[in-house]
Each structure stands twice: as structure tokens, then as C-alpha cells.
């Protein structure tokens, strides 16, 4: 299986921050790497996909990048309702596998 | 608007099997745009990929649950299927449905899950 990492674990920031959440996968992943806000309680909503693509009505503050094992999440000028937990995931190989998460709090 | 939605039962006692059922609302279970998953989430922890069934009926699982799981759809009534077996406490956990959509680009084909159910908490306990 695809192994993937996620760093920090956890951040705080501020409203109006900007943030860079990191995903890496155990081997190179052709940007068959996705990005997902999870609110507690709810189900995880996609942001990204195919690591640069903005999903329909995900605001623009959210973007992605990335190649090879290595992708980015960024958000910039933090709001409120972006306190969540982020997972990415890899589809490139079965099974696909997701991040253990990043826990996005306010500082 | 496509949209899922779990159903079954809360509570399953350990050995016993989980069945759930996700109906899809807003567009075909048989549609070629899209395929159908199960996801779940133990208490506390990330995401795990159970299985997921295509438009051709093909079926994949994730093979450290392969032996358990059966993913089935029922195109007359729009709903897809997740039967798991001898169940214990370590399948404690929150099941989704998803629907998935793909691309096909310069990077090749892709998949993403853009619909998902509110989730259903299981709980294999006597």
C-alpha cells in the first residue's frame, strides 16, 4: 500500500493567515492526490483534486500543488469557517489511502 | 444534485455481520459518470477505504478487508450495498458512502470523492 504523511499534525493560526499543509506519499504519485476538509461530526468535504484542481464551490483561498511524492495544501487569509481538519488521499494504486489529517485550530 | 445517504442498524454484536445500505438521490446508481464506495473512520482516527463498485459492475476492496467485505448494487432501487462479516470491536467505527467521479487528463485517470453521506456510526458490541 501507498503510504501517506501529513505535516504538522496539528496548527494554529489566526483569522486571515495564510497556511501550508504538506502531504507525502511513499512513493511518486502521478498528482493523483486529492484534499479534504473534515468538520467534526460531518463528513469530509473535497476541496482538491487531482492535487491543483479547485472542486465547484470550494472558495479560491484554496489551493494545491505538488509533484512526484510531495503535495501542498494552501490556504490563504484564513476565515473563520476554515477550522477543520484536512485530509489528502492517494488514487493512484488500490487501495487508496488517505493522510492521517492535519488539525487546523485558531490560535 | 447527487447526494447519498447510509442507512442500517447502530449496533451489530461481535461475530455477527454489518449490513448497511446507501441510497442515491439526484441521478442513476448506473451511471458511467460515476462510481459508489464505502469509506469509514474509527473514533478519533482517519479515513479508510472499504471498497467501491463501477459502472460495470467490477468490484474492488481493500485487500486487509477483502476477505470480509461484499460491496453489491441494486440499480431498480438506487442504492449500493456493504455487507462485512465476523465483525469486532476494531470495526467500531463511522461508515460513509461516496459517490466518486474521475478525470482523465495529462496526469491520466484520476478519481475523487465529491459526494458523501452524513456517515452512520457502527458499533460491534454486546
Known amino acids: 500500500d501507498i503510504q501517506m504523511t501529513q505535516s504538522p499534525s496539528s496548527l494554529s493560526a489566526s483569522v486571515g493567515d495564510r497556511v501550508v499543509i504538506t502531504c507525502r506519499a511513499s512513493q511518486t504519485i502521478t498528482n493523483c492526490l486529492n484534499w479534504y476538509q473534515q468538520k467534526p461530526g460531518k463528513a469530509p468535504q473535497l476541496l482538491i483534486y487531482a492535487a491543483s484542481h479547485l472542486q465547484g464551490g470550494v472558495p479560491s483561498r484554496f489551493s494545491g500543488s505538488g509533484s512526484g511524492p510531495d503535495y501542498t495544501l494552501t490556504i490563504t487569509s484564513l476565515q473563520h469557517e476554515d477550522f477543520a481538519t484536512y485530509h489528502c488521499q492517494q488514487t493512484c494504486r488500490i487501495p487508496t489511502t488517505f493522510g492521517p489529517g492535519t488539525k487546523l485550530e485558531l490560535k | 444534485q447527487l447526494q447519498v445517504q447510509e442507512s442500517g442498524p447502530g449496533r451489530v454484536r461481535p461475530s455477527e455481520t454489518l449490513s448497511l445500505t446507501c441510497t442515491v438521490s439526484?441521478?442513476?446508481?448506473?451511471?458511467?459518470?460515476?462510481?459508489w464506495a464505502w469509506i469509514r473512520q474509527p473514533p478519533g482516527k482517519g479515513l479508510e477505504w472499504i471498497g467501491s463498485?463501477?459502472?460495470?459492475?467490477?468490484?474492488y476492496y481493500n485487500p486487509s478487508l477483502k476477505s470480509r467485505v461484499t460491496v453489491s448494487r441494486d440499480a431498480s432501487k438506487n442504492q449500493f450495498s456493504l455487507q462485512l462479516i465476523s465483525m469486532t470491536a476494531a470495526d467500531t467505527a463511522v461508515y460513509f458512502c461516496a459517490g466518486g467521479s474521475f478525470s482523465i487528463g495529462v496526469s491520466g485517470y484520476l478519481e475523487y470523492f465529491p459526494v458523501w453521506g452524513q456517515g452512520t456510526l457502527v458499533t460491534a458490541a454486546s
Open positions: 439526484g441521478g442513476p446508481l448506473n451511471s458511467s459518470h460515476h462510481f
Open positions: 463498485v463501477y459502472y460495470s459492475g467490477s468490484t
